[in-house]
């Protein structure tokens, strides 16, 4: 079984910062692209940033210039370290993952549970 542990939302006010983790356990043979999705009230969950086995990253033009995304993959975390926060940033944060749990079999994506960031005028 894989799990997805995700921790670093809460509170902030505009012009703040956070860091967001979340960490990949169980039975992970290897981890191709990890990401970050938001879900804002009342409007369908939407990529924010994604970063595959070679480094390479890709941003939502919302977040561009604000938000980095990074990866450890000797402890299968994947990191979104979030600038200049603004309050249409609020919105629960989801990490993604798509990882094999064992040699040559597909690739299956796995969703954490959320964490809550908000960001007050």
């Known amino acids: 079984q894989v799990q997805l542990v995700e921790s670093g939302g809460g509170l902030v006010q505009a012009g703040g910062s956070l860091r967001l983790s979340c960490a990949a356990s169980?039975?992970?043979?290897?981890?191709?692209?990890m990401g970050w999705s938001r879900q804002a009230p009342g409007e369908q969950r939407a990529l924010v940033a994604t970063?595959?086995?070679?480094?390479?990253?890709n941003y939502a033009d919302s977040v561009k210039g604000r938000f980095t995304i990074s990866r450890d993959d000797a402890k299968n975390t994947v990191y979104l370290q979030m600038n200049s926060l603004k309050p249409e940033d609020t919105a629960v944060y989801y990490c993604?993952?798509?990882?094999?749990?064992?040699?040559?079999?597909?690739?299956?994506?796995?969703w954490g549970q959320g964490t809550q960031v908000t960001v007050s005028s």
């Open positions: 993604k993952t798509n990882l094999n749990r064992v040699r040559g079999s597909p690739m299956t994506i796995y």
């Open positions: 169980g039975s992970i043979f290897s981890i191709n692209v």
């Open positions: 970063i595959n086995s070679g480094g390479t990253t």
